[in-house]
């Protein structure tokens, strides 16, 4: 039997709250507190300190972000001197620090001292609003622009666009470090396949161990066992002075292995020394440093994204996302036993972006 009296009057009891509360309105509206008026409401002086304090964070961060691009032109990281590549670092993130958090500072304390406060209560509706309300809410974005004073007070709207606007240049100058100019000093620069087309390897360049540039012998390397090289006259290289810049082209793992369990093509035959071979150790995906080395398997695995490659046979790809062997450096002894590289690598290290020329 339906009994009206149940719809709408039904009671619940809340024993926390120790009081009966309608179901159809289970929670009670608390209310909005009393609004209370800042003291930018009350006086133009406050006022206007605050617009004055507002504009001075943003034009702090055009300062900043002008900053970042001085800095990025009065230490260039093309000098390869620690000490200008350190206070680039330095200066250039302390701009940029600057620069955003004198945005965030200022647009927070426009929004705490200026805008409005009022708080308003939205009641939830479907999605889509009926055109009143739509019109309402062009009326209510009107108001807000009006409160916001986002219209009225031009210099703090104006220095926001300056800010924003400048903050992002500093980024964009950073671009320009990913292409350097040719130079006197460095005329390969604008050439990325040239530049890692040369290496310090060259003809008669002893290969040493990594990193303390001793010689090794041929000799010295036994069955099995993996050695990472570089050219000697890296190896004597201040480390001030480019050495990280050309280690990262010049790097080499070295093996050797039973001759018979090689598979080399004719023109290569002479490239490697009694079963000792050399590959460049950047790998020909995204350039990561190819060094665990699998004696039972002749695998070299890339730690990044696993790429193998197979140094018994030309250094191919057996597995993952590299799509080249690594480049092999021809290698041979002098009269004292000691190994030389016979030239430089003969194709470019490292990633295959420029195969896509
Ligand atoms: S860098 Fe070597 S597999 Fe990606």
Known sequence: MHNDDSQGELQAYRPSAGLAVSIDDPVQNPGLPPHRERITDKDPAAEKRAERTIYTLFYLSVAGSIWAIAAYML???EDQQLTSIRHNNMFIGLGIALALLSIGIGAI??????????????????????ESTRAAVIKSFEAANEESGFGRRKMIRNSLFAAVAASILPGITLFRG??????E????AGHPVE????TMWEEGAYLTRDPDGTRIKASDVTLGSAFHVIPEKLAATSHTDGYLEEKAKAMVLMVRMPPEQITETEERKSWSYDGIVAYSKVCTHVGCPVALYEQQTHH?????????FDVSDGAKVV???ASRPLPQLPIAVDDEGYLVA??????PVGPSFWEMH
């Open 178 to 183: 990913l292409a350097p100019h040719s130079s």
């Open 300 to 308: 070299l695995l890339c730690p990044c994204h696993q790429s193998q």
């Open 195 to 198: 530049l890692l087309k040369q």
């Open 75 to 77: 230490f260039p990281i």
């Open 109 to 130: 304390h426009w929004s705490k001292s200026l805008m409005s406060d009022k708080e308003h209560v939205e009641m939830r509706h479907s999605t889509r609003g009926s």
């Open 342 to 347: 016979q030239s430089d690598f003969t194709e």
């Open 185 to 188: 000093e460095n005329p390969l």
């Open 319 to 321: 597995f993952g996302p």
